[in-house]
């Protein structure tokens, strides 16, 4: 059985989420979580600092109100792929997205890319529109971007490499192997790990983690999703990071303060700084 969740042991250095939707809850009999109660109880773990993600226009928004009334987050504003693909005005949704990622804490744009999951890929003309758009507002704004990936990874490596990638990519729940983390590494794009890494079918992307180069490796819970081993079952949150930070000091071979003070001197890098 897992140990409550509050009596996780607390990380030996700060961290940061870099990946979460603190915004969205399961309508069932989970506990429901506010979230300065979430940040609170991150807080008592090690997770100094989070990056709320939005996936269309209205969470964009939230996530651009809860970084302006919480010092301790920073949002990222998007069409996520598959709201892009069944958008009915993606034009205005795009110029939305634009004017809220010039705002001071707005720091990325994501998660944008390609999702062949839900969407075929024969029908995902839209969600390369919105890729591209958000490539622009990259290069325009002078901030990162934050790739959704899910069954495209020749697709969206393609487009980075033809249309032109921005100066800074982090690709979110890193999913590829270890070929593909060493396209990464060679590009110099981030790739921020999951609680996937924890689950015990996840040996190749263990293996793209032990490949990543420690400048390039970011962590993530994206909350509520991909709850780490042992408590897969329940909602993700940033309580849970320890896991998963653990489990990159195991697979790495490196110790946890080693670990907690590259991934929070990278998270900087890139969103910072906190």
Same mark, same amino acid.
């Given at each position: 059985?897992?140990? #409550?969740?509050?009596?996780?042991?607390?990380?030996?250095?700060?961290?940061?989420?870099?990946?979460?939707?603190?915004?969205?809850?399961?309508?069932?009999? #989970?506990?429901?979580?506010?979230?300065?109660?979430?940040?609170?109880?991150?807080?008592?773990?090690?997770?100094? #600092?989070?990056?709320?993600?939005?996936?269309?226009?209205?969470?964009?928004?939230?996530?651009?109100?809860?970084?302006?009334? #919480?010092?301790?987050?920073?949002?990222?504003?998007?069409?996520?792929?598959?709201?892009?693909?069944?958008?009915?005005?993606?034009?205005?949704?795009?110029?939305?997205?634009?004017?809220?990622?010039?705002?001071?804490?707005?720091?990325?744009?994501?998660?944008?890319?390609?999702?062949?999951?839900?969407?075929?890929?024969?029908?995902?003309?839209?969600?390369?529109?919105?890729?591209?758009?958000?490539?622009?507002?990259?290069?325009?704004?002078?901030?990162?971007?934050?790739?959704?990936?899910?069954?495209?990874?020749?697709?969206?490596?393609?487009?980075?490499?033809?249309?032109?990638?921005?100066?800074?990519?982090?690709?979110?729940?890193?999913?590829?192997?270890?070929?593909?983390?060493?396209?990464?590494?060679?590009?110099?794009?981030y790739m921020s790990f999951s609680g996937v890494v924890t689950f015990k079918n996840a040996q190749d992307l263990r293996a793209a983690l032990e490949v990543a180069p420690d400048h390039l490796i970011l962590v993530e819970t994206d909350s509520p999703f991909l709850t780490p081993t042992p408590y897969r079952g329940q909602p993700n949150s940033s309580a849970l990071m320890p896991m998963t930070v653990r489990q990159i000091c195991q697979t790495r071979g490196q110790s946890e303060q080693e670990i907690c003070e590259l991934l929070?001197?990278?998270?900087?890098?890139?969103?910072?700084?906190?």
């Amino acid at each position: 059985m897992a140990p #409550h969740i509050d009596s996780i042991p607390k990380l030996a250095g700060n961290v940061v989420d870099t990946h979460c939707h603190m915004d969205i809850t399961f309508d069932d009999d #989970h506990e429901l979580q506010t979230v300065d109660e979430a940040l609170q109880r991150a807080a008592s773990v090690g997770v100094s #600092h989070v990056i709320q993600v939005g996936c269309d226009v209205e969470s964009s928004r939230r996530a651009v109100k809860i970084a302006q009334t #919480h010092s301790n987050v920073w949002a990222t504003v998007a069409l996520h792929p598959n709201a892009a693909a069944h958008d009915t005005n993606l034009e205005q949704s795009l110029i939305q997205i634009r004017e809220l990622a010039q705002l001071d804490v707005v720091r990325g744009l994501g998660e944008t890319g390609l999702d062949y999951f839900r969407t075929e890929k024969d029908h995902a003309e839209k969600q390369h529109i919105s890729f591209r758009a958000h490539i622009d507002m990259c290069r325009e704004l002078g901030k990162p971007l934050i790739i959704h990936d899910r069954d495209a990874h020749a697709d969206v490596i393609s487009t980075l490499m033809t249309y032109g990638s921005p100066e800074t990519v982090v690709f979110h729940c890193f999913s590829g192997d270890a070929a593909m983390a060493q396209i990464c590494a060679e590009a110099g794009w981030y790739m921020s790990f999951s609680g996937v890494v924890t689950f015990k079918n996840a040996q190749d992307l263990r293996a793209a983690l032990e490949v990543a180069p420690d400048h390039l490796i970011l962590v993530e819970t994206d909350s509520p999703f991909l709850t780490p081993t042992p408590y897969r079952g329940q909602p993700n949150s940033s309580a849970l990071m320890p896991m998963t930070v653990r489990q990159i000091c195991q697979t790495r071979g490196q110790s946890e303060q080693e670990i907690c003070e590259l991934l929070f001197s990278n998270a900087a890098r890139v969103f910072g700084p906190f």
